[in-house]
């Protein structure tokens, strides 16, 4: 069955996250190495970027990388920074072609310096590019996002450019690393576990969740396009009142 003939181009959400998970269960399953799973998630990504640009996704946004995965084993740690570089440089120039914009938000500076200049060059490369933004979140946790968009807001009142009482949601989404994008529609959670795991907490109010028990190296556009009909399938309120008819008024 074609998946993609039954997704709304009309409803689809504008901006869809995703927490790559699973990597490491799916390799010990085959035997190997937590690094295998991580080398073997990069089709995943590839695949899922596709199917978001075929049907009009403007923004995608993977979490990646954590601050909290700095804690893991030195040699896991230097071999994701590694297939980081090699993906990045590997990927660019389709990314180019097909009119993808690559971004990048988190603590940047915690990241090697033959990281960073190669995420730079990749996002100066596409920064004209407008089909589709994709956002990698790396050394990235919302707790740190929002504690450091306060303290940004802090010396703003320090520094007499920002009174107390001007402070509003408004205000505050502007001094978050994803001050650029909308809210994400649809959040998306691989491997079956159930849980936000410190990403985009502020951001993701009123996103509608999805888990799938599927690992992420084994998820591809169906899989994708799974969520997508699912989620045109709810009715987002926003906290509000479902509209009522006027039978049901009446009643």
């Known amino acids: 069955m074609d998946l ?18 699973g990597n490491g269960r799916w390799a010990r399953e085959r035997g190997r190495e937590r690094n295998f799973g991580h080398q073997n998630g990069v089709e995943s990504v590839r695949d899922t970027v596709k199917a978001a640009a075929e049907i009009g996704i403007k923004y995608l946004t993977f979490f990646a990388f954590s601050t909290e995965n700095w804690c893991r084993p030195h040699k896991e740690v230097e071999t994701l920074m590694d297939l980081l570089v090699k993906a990045i440089g590997n990927e660019t ?5 097909k009119g993808v914009r690559l971004n990048a938000i988190g603590d940047l500076e ?4 033959r990281c960073r200049q190669q995420l730079n060059e990749a996002i100066e490369l596409t920064e004209s590019n407008n089909r589709l933004i994709v956002t990698v979140a790396l050394s990235y946790s919302a707790r740190w996002e ?16 920002l009174q107390p009482d001007e402070i509003d949601e408004e205000v505050f989404s502007a001094h978050l690393e994803t001050a650029s994008l909308p809210d ?27 888990f799938t028990p599927v690992f992420w190296p084994d998820f591809r556009r169906k899989h994708f396009y799974q969520a997508i009909i699912d989620y045109q399938r709810r009715e987002r309120r926003f906290g509000k009142l479902k509209p009522q008819t006027a039978a049901t008024k009446n009643a």
């Open 4 to 21: 993609k003939q039954h997704i709304n181009k009309d409803r689809l959400p504008a901006h869809v996250a995703i927490i790559m998970d």
């Open 184 to 210: 994400p529609d649809l959040l998306i959670r691989t491997s079956g576990e159930l849980r936000l795991s410190n990403f985009m907490l502020w951001q993701m109010a009123y996103t509608e969740l999805y």
């Open 110 to 113: 915690s990241l090697p310096e």
């Open 146 to 161: 929002i504690a450091n968009a306060t303290q940004k807001i802090a010396q703003k009142i320090a520094d007499r450019l």
């Open 93 to 97: 120039p389709e990314l180019n072609e």
